[in-house]
C-alpha cells in the first residue's frame, strides 16, 4: 500500500527550463552591461593616479638638485667631466638638452653640476633619481623635452614624456590633451 505522501507527491522535476536559463543570462547580461564599464574607467583612473605620482618625484628630485646646485636647474648648466675617476663624457659640453638633464639627475655630480659614474671626491651629491627618468603611464614616453624660456610649460602637442623648463624648473607631462575628467594634463 502507497503511503499518502507517495500519492500526492509529484514527480520531481531535474534541471532548468528553458525559460529559466534565459532569465539566468539576461540578469547576468545587464550585470555585465552594468559591471565592465566600471573596470575600463578604474583602468584610466590608476594610469591618471600613476602619473600624478610620477610627476611628484621627478618635481622632488628637480628641487632637491636645484637647492643643492646653488639655483640652477637639472640641464642648466654644463654636464661635462668634473675630473673624477669615471666621469660621464658622453654630454660633455651639454647644456639645455635632454641628455645633459638625465646625466644631471641619474648620475653623482658636484655642486657645478659636472658627473660622475660612481661617487667620488670631487661628486658627492645625487643621483637624485635611482631607476632612470620615469616613463608617462598613458603614453609609455620617458623623453624630456627642454624648454629654456622661464614661461609656463604649454604642451603644443599629445607626444608624451615630459616638457621641462629649466629656467623655470616647472616639469608637465608633454599632452595637450585633457584627463577623464576634463582637466588639462598640463595643470597637474
Not at 93 to 111: H, I, P, S
Request: proline share 5%.
Amino acid at each position: 500500500m502507497k503511503s499518502i505522501y507517495q500519492k500526492t507527491a509529484r514527480a520531481v522535476q531535474h534541471g532548468f527550463t528553458l525559460v529559466e536559463l534565459l532569465i539566468v543570462v539576461i540578469i547576468l547580461a545587464i550585470l555585465a552591461a552594468i559591471v565592465i564599464p566600471q573596470f575600463s574607467s578604474s583602468t584610466t583612473d590608476a594610469k591618471e593616479a600613476a602619473l600624478k605620482a610620477n610627476l611628484a618625484a621627478l618635481r622632488s628630485a628637480i628641487e632637491l638638485y636645484q637647492v643643492q646646485h646653488n639655483g640652477i636647474y637639472p640641464s642648466g648648466v654644463l654636464a661635462g667631466d668634473p675630473g673624477c675617476t669615471n666621469p660621464i663624457v658622453t654630454v660633455a659640453g651639454a647644456v639645455n638638452t635632454e641628455a645633459a638633464f638625465k646625466a644631471q639627475l641619474l648620475n653623482y655630480t658636484n655642486v657645478d653640476g659636472k658627473t660622475c659614474n660612481g661617487p667620488d671626491v670631487k661628486t658627492t651629491l645625487g643621483p637624485y633619481l635611482r631607476k632612470g627618468v620615469p616613463a608617462d603611464p598613458l603614453l609609455s614616453s620617458a623623453a624630456v623635452v627642454i624648454q629654456t624660456t622661464g614661461a609656463p610649460a604649454a604642451p603644443s602637442a599629445a607626444t608624451g614624456g615630459w616638457l621641462f623648463d629649466n629656467k623655470s624648473g616647472q616639469i608637465v607631462f608633454n599632452h595637450s590633451g585633457n584627463d577623464s575628467k576634463g582637466v588639462a594634463y598640463a595643470t597637474y
